[in-house]
């Protein structure tokens, strides 16, 4: 339900911040971090001087910096500088293996007793997310939202029980075993298939293609106590072992602890084994290589270009060619997507991995024969770029563009969560990367964009790309029926002359004006909410504004606009309309502008545009940008609402668009879980899928009648929350949204159909075609019932607890499913309509027994009730999290102010909450909704398995993950 996202290539700034060096560094992967240095000892690059580095005489190392960015939070991890690389060709998923057993029990913590220690800590608990084992690390974390003496030693405890007091008892082992083949069977679907396969290709000879962390059935089925301590006692070992820290707290006093709990460890006597990396295979000239997959609706081209890495160690000058190549391989990816008609997903990047550099293009074609068209016109545009190179004017607007994330990015340090800057240190020091700290690789970044030459760019693109010694892959609904041959065949045949598969559109500057939709708007009502420093206030033409001056996130905005009633305004039952309406507005463009004139500006200045129903009561515009775009995001969204177009054309594209994104998901569990919803909700346009003769039955004037009086005549209600003055708010908002012609000043009263579920208590089995390895169990509990903020609470509490108990039985009694999961969906927009939902991954033969186990275990929560310690287990985790969100300013739009004057209700509710959290939630109120909801006569349960299918891939005996039927190479 969520329109075309006009969403920048650039991630959301909260995900550029936690992947950050990992976005601004390569990987130093042909120094070895396990010589025991610090990469900066042989680095003309100087570390971060706040950072304290030291080291042990038994060869334990750690790193530590004080940052009180968030008062009272710390971040610990333990690196333990081997992994999958290391296995031996019988222990195949050993080191992650290891990594749950961690989990598991201890010298010192019993696993039920570990359980406990994390909910004290207000952290979900479990090696799915408190741990990961990657090809050449292993890493452990705990977040501390406390600094206390206490939890902080045991914390350490834990820690050097990881070192070197995991018990591998063998019933946990044959617990965790059916664990792991489960995460295995998640994670095992066609895409994992076809990017292995791709990996495998391009990175044919070397070792670490066939070293994927998570193992093989086979051996993993065949592992003993004996092969997991002679890997523990083999590698974890002090001298591969590092500590960081970073948080609120004295550098002395975390050295004091490190020495503590890890000066004693024996310092070991033998040398650090070495690894296998394999040697790349010599191959020259053009290859190619076909993974098909029958039946998915479409596929996937890439070409690579794969190198010797020239560059052994990390300094300012290997950085800066670095980014040279990172700063092309953006350039393509707008290219392609500017010149290759219908593009979907297309992109390029560039990474170093064992001492060699991929430069790798790729998109997602049509099913069939349309691959041809995709990998011929990618091929094109890599010469045509490669020849001519790139144009100064599209290079500066793509280094305008990184310098003001750059810019945002460095602002929001001060304000930085611990573990943020935990993991980079941890990432930096796996990688034999000096760590010159956050601030100082985004100032040396900017500092290289600032400097950028052309011929810089352009040499380093030609550098990346071999013409004559390119690798391209298929994978995915590709019809080659002359196999790699062919591929080959066509590519050096276009390439002597042929038909242009590519349009030559220049990239221009663009920018929103502001125009005349009216008088400039004045402020006729104020009212202010001293609780969250808020201020509402009402315009002359009916339109509401909700706004709070925050320094959370320091230079950012956050803004929603909700405009008419969404869902609620849709006549009838149209099925399907909710999958393109959005998108027909956006691409039919506005009055002034063109869809692809708003896209430019909103990829250049936006970090986040979308246009949804996520709340199904309205449609809802949402953006998040740097304070000097709010005018820009106002005056798009103004666009929209002023003179809204429906482009017959567009709407054909975007019905063509939806019904190829349909067929290119019509196998696999995600078709499983629509079927489940149709089944719940049978004809409910509001939450079943449509079909193709819903498709078929509309026409761009059902999508007008719905969309086009609300837009242009409906209530509108914006909150913004961010680093700016209200006076320049109520400026711009003035001259945009306040200028409009008059807006209804309230929402319409409307009989809302309430929701229900058709589908009888009980179970159901719900059949889908594709993975024959791959099902879920799930569980639905409606609630209808009229719910406050409070009552919300203790249903997450509730949903909690409901989590623990399968995660206790099915996971870790059984080893029945990887990471069960449960949630709590509210639905504030209607007044009688929520929903508890469980989510089991399992083998197709499981799902059936565990959807059963699944509803035994609600009912007797229901009838026998909630212990005190389970309550409190489940409420830590809960209110830690609250507590966190309630700082943030994505708590104050969605849960304070946006429905604030539309529903005044909803705001007094969350002021109630934040003045008093804990006493919103009981363990009798608690109790009291697990009779009603988890009621055998109020329980639906489904199992979602694959049909009896053959297909490309076949499930070997013993529950393996299969074999390739079609995986041809050249």
Known sequence: MRGMLFLSPRLRLALLLTAIVSVLTPEWLEADPRSGQWAHQSSSLRPDSQVVWGGLDNGFRYAVLP???????????????????????????????????????????????????????????????????????????????????????????????????????????????????????????????MSNAAKSFFFSGLAFPERNPIGLPSILNSLNQDDFLEYYRRMYRPDLMVFVASGDFESDGMIGLVSEFFGDIPKPTSRIPERNLGRLDKGRGLRASIFEISHVGSGTVQAASIASEREKADSRASRKRWHAREFAASLLTNRMRRMIPQSRGAGASVERIM????????????????????????????????????????????????????????????????????????????????????????????????????????????????????????????????????????IKRHRKGGISYITM??????????????????????????????????????????????????????????????????????????????????????????????GSVVSSTMLEFSFDLDDHDAFTFRGAFGSEDLETFLAIVTEFLYKPRFSRTVFNSALMGAVMARQGSVMGLQDGFRKLDNHLYRTDARFAWGGPMDYASLGVSDVRKWLQGPLATGYVEATIVGDIPEELVVESFSRTLGS???????????????????????????????????????????????????DRANLSVLSRILEIRIRREIREDLGLAYSPRTEFKPYPEYSKFALVRAMIDCSPDEAESIALKVERIAVEIAEEGISQEEFEGALGPYVGHVRQELNKNSFLISSALMRAQEKP?????????????????????????????????????????????????????????GEEVLGRGL
Not at 528 to 555: D, H
């Open 67 to 193: 940052h009180d960015g968030v008062p009272g939070r710390v971040s610990i991890q333990l690196l333990v500088l081997a992994g999958s690389l290391d296995e031996r060709d019988d222990e195949l998923g050993i080191a992650h293996f290891i990594e749950h057993m961690a989990f598991n029990g201890t010298r010192n913590f019993k696993a039920s007793e570990m359980t406990s220690f994390f909910q004290h800590l207000g952290m979900d608990f479990g090696s799915d997310v408190n741990a990961m084992t990657t090809l050449d690390y292993t890493v452990y974390t705990l977040e501390f939202q406390e600094n206390t003496e206490d939890l902080l030693r045991r914390g350490f405890t834990l820690f050097r029980d990881f070192a070197d007091g995991i018990t591998f008892e063998q019933i946990e082992i044959e617990k965790e075993r059916g664990v792991i083949l489960s995460e295995l069977r998640a994670n095992d679907g066609f895409e994992y298939r």
């Open 740 to 790: 409009l012609p008059e807006r209804a000043p309230k929402k319409k009263k409307r009989i809302v159909r309430p929701v229900s579920i058709a589908a009888k208590p009980g179970f159901q089995r719900i059949e889908f075609t594709g993975e024959a390895y791959q099902a879920a169990a799930v569980g639905i509990w409606p609630i209808d019932a009229k719910l406050s903020l409070r």
């Open 355 to 490: 001492g060699y550099s991929a430069t790798v293009a790729g998109m997602t074609v049509p099913g069939g024969p349309g691959w041809r068209d995709g990998l011929l016109s990618l091929d094109q545009v890599i010469r045509l770029t490669r020849d001519e190179g790139f144009q100064a004017k599209e290079a500066e607007l793509m280094r305008k563009r990184q310098i003001l994330d750059l810019e945002k990015l460095r602002a929001q340090y001060s304000k930085l969560d611990p573990g943020v800057i935990s993991s980079s240190i941890v990432r930096s020091i796996a990688e034999e990367h000096v760590f010159i700290g956050l601030e100082a690789d985004l100032a040396l970044r900017e500092g290289f964009l600032r400097e950028l030459d052309m011929g810089d760019v352009n040499r380093a693109f030609r550098e990346s790309w071999d013409m004559d010694n390119l690798a391209y892959y298929l994978g995915g609904e590709v019809a080659v029926k002359g196999g790699p041959e062919e591929i080959i065949d066509d």
């Open 505 to 598: 559109q220049p990239e221009l500057e663009k920018t929103i004006e502001l125009h005349d939709w009216g008088p400039v708007g004045e402020v006729v009502e104020r009212e202010t909410v001293p609780e969250f420093n808020a201020t509402l206030m009402q315009f002359g033409n009916g339109v509401r504004l909700n706004f709070v001056e925050s320094q959370q996130e320091p230079s950012m905005v956050q803004a929603v606009v909700r405009v008419g009633g969404g869902l609620f305004d849709l006549k009838g039952n149209r099925m399907a309309i909710r999958d393109f309406a959005l998108d027909t507005v956006l691409r039919s463009g506005t009055t002034h502008y063109q869809a692809e004139d708003i």
């Open 905 to 961: 209700k909803s705001l007094e509710e969350a002021i109630e909450m934040k003045a008093d959290l804990l006493e919103q939630i009981s363990l009798e109120q608690v109790e009291a909704f697990a009779k009603t909801v988890f009621a055998a006569d109020n329980t639906r349960t489904a199992a979602i398995v694959p049909k009896p299918f053959v297909g490309v891939f076949q499930i070997e005996e013993g529950g393996s993950a």
